[in-house]
């Protein structure tokens, strides 16, 4: 059974970092593309970060560029989003999700890409 588990959700202040990991279970995760989407509160589902499977190529959103980084450990089978610098504006709701669908994917950030999904991890910054 595929699994995707998320955690490190918190509150920190603005400047501050998370570390959220995505926990897989009933696949290998080397093998998928694994993405991260947030939802804030009135607001679409974005994407945030992905890693390739094919050659562990990183794509950013632009509101996260230069402060997030996303790394897989492949022992662990587990993908984490390091976040820096937070801001109040990346609070919202953080998921992981994994592709399936190879090179006829529709892209890093279209969650139809994704065929699984985690229940997700809150992540509020605010003074």
């Known amino acids: 059974q595929v699994q995707l588990v998320e955690s490190g959700g918190g509150l920190v202040q603005p400047g501050g970092s998370l570390r959220l990991s995505c926990a897989a279970s009933?696949?290998?995760?080397?093998?998928?593309?694994i993405g991260w989407f947030r939802q804030a509160p009135g607001k679409e589902r974005e994407g945030v970060s992905c890693?390739?499977?094919?050659?562990?190529?990183?794509y950013y959103a632009d509101s996260v560029k230069g402060r997030f980084t996303i790394s897989r450990d492949n022992a662990k089978n587990t993908v984490y989003l390091q976040m820096n610098s937070l801001k109040p504006e990346d609070t919202a709701v953080y998921f992981c999700a994994t592709s399936w669908k190879g090179s006829n994917w529709y892209g890093p950030f279209d969650g139809f890409s994704y065929d699984y999904w985690g229940q997700g991890t809150q992540v509020s910054v605010s003074a």
């Open positions: 009933g696949f290998t995760l080397d093998y998928h593309t």
């Open positions: 890693i390739s499977s094919s050659d562990g190529s990183t």
